[in-house]
C-alpha cells in the first residue's frame, strides 16, 4: 500500500492530537524507482531509488513512510523496520513509500551518499533520507543499513 503520509498503531498515536501534514501527490520529485539490472550489484533485479534530480549535500530526498508502531508490535521478519524514537520505529514492509527501495551501500559504492535521520513535519517526527554529499541526477541513492541489520542476518 503507498503512504502518503505516517500511518500509526493504536499504541503509537501522538499524545497531542496535531493536524497531519498536506499529503504529498505520488512520488517525490527527488526520486526515481529503477530496476537494477548489474548482474555484480548485490541487488541485481531488485530495484533501488535513484536521484532524479542534482542534489547537495544537507538536502531532504524523501521521508520513509510506513506504519508507527511500539516496540512491543515489532515483526521480526521485516526488513524495512526503522528506529524512530524510544519505544516507537516505523515499518514499511507492508505499506510505506519509495524510500523503502533505498539500498544499503555495501557492494554498490564505497560509501554511502545518503544517510537516515529524523525531521519534524507539522509536529510529528518523521525518518527521512538525507543527501551527505553531492548525488549527480541519475546516481543510485544508497545509506548504510548498519551493523546491527547485518548481524542479525548471519546464517541467513
Known amino acids: 500500500m503507498y503512504l502518503c503520509n505516517l500511518h500509526y498503531s493504536p499504541?503509537?498515536?501522538?499524545?497531542?492530537?496535531?493536524?497531519?501534514?498536506?499529503?504529498?501527490?505520488?512520488?517525490?520529485?527527488?526520486?526515481r524507482i529503477k530496476l537494477i539490472t548489474d548482474s555484480n550489484h548485490p541487488a541485481s533485479g531488485q530495484r533501488g531509488l535513484f536521484a532524479a534530480k542534482k542534489l547537495k549535500k544537507g538536502d531532504w530526498v524523501v521521508d520513509y513512510l510506513g506504519y508507527v508502531h511500539s516496540d512491543a508490535e515489532t515483526d521480526s521478519t521485516?526488513?524495512?523496520?526503522?528506529?524512530l524514537a524510544t519505544n516507537k520505529s516505523v515499518d514499511a514492509s507492508k505499506m510505506g513509500n519509495e524510500a523503502r527501495m533505498v539500498n544499503d551501500y555495501r557492494g554498490v559504492r564505497d560509501r554511502p551518499n545518503c544517510q537516515f535521520e529524523t525531521r519534524?513535519?507539522?509536529?510529528?517526527?518523521?525518518?527521512?533520507?538525507?543527501?551527505?554529499?553531492?548525488?549527480?541526477?541519475g546516481e543510485e541513492l544508497c545509506v548504510s543499513y548498519g551493523k546491527g541489520f547485518w548481524e542479525g542476518r548471519k546464517g541467513e
Not at 499504541?11 to 526520486?31: A, I
Not at 521485516?78 to 528506529?83: L, T
Request: net charge positive.
Open 120 to 137: 519534524v513535519v507539522s509536529g510529528e517526527e518523521r525518518m527521512a533520507v538525507w543527501a551527505i554529499m553531492e548525488v549527480k541526477k
Open 11 to 31: 499504541q503509537t498515536l501522538p499524545t497531542r492530537p496535531t493536524p497531519p501534514p498536506p499529503p504529498t501527490k505520488g512520488l517525490s520529485p527527488n526520486v
Open 78 to 83: 521485516s526488513d524495512y523496520d526503522i528506529r
